[in-house]
């Protein structure tokens, strides 16, 4: 597996539908820095539905540049997780890459508590 931590080096958050009664719908642009078997920087959109009790599932499409297990390009990356007790963690499906990456296929697990952990699975 590829392994990797990251740090998160922005976050812009707003809300798109709020209300009484009703979960708060929030857009969050996220960058990140990425190290260990990926080395570069990321930019995530994320979708999130937070409940009264502040916890929250989310959807998100995340583009990675640099290298990944050695080869250089981008990948695209799909997340769909939720956020409790402090950690969001997320599923992750590769969608599309570049250059030395085009062909890269598989998924993983994401994680933030608030450190940060990626494990990639990856087939072509």
Not at 15 to 42: C, M, N
Not at 81 to 102: C, H, K, N, P, Y
Not at 111 to 124: F, I, M, Q, S, Y
């Amino acid at each position: 597996p590829i392994e990797a931590t990251f740090e998160v080096t922005s976050w812009d958050e707003e809300p798109f539908d709020d209300g009484v009664g009703v979960s708060k719908l929030t857009r969050a642009v996220v960058a990140k820095e990425y190290a260990g078997d990926i080395t570069g920087t990321s930019t995530t959109e994320w979708l999130m539905a937070y409940e009264p009790d502040k916890s929250a599932t989310f959807v998100g499409l995340e583009r990675i540049r640099g290298t990944v297990g050695g080869k250089r390009g981008s990948l695209v990356v799909q997340h769909v997780g939720q956020f409790a007790d402090g950690a969001a963690t997320a599923t992750l499906t590769i969608v599309s890459g570049t250059d030395e990456l085009r062909e890269t296929r598989g998924g993983g697990d994401f994680r933030a508590d608030p450190a940060g952990t990626v494990v990639l699975h990856l087939g072509e």
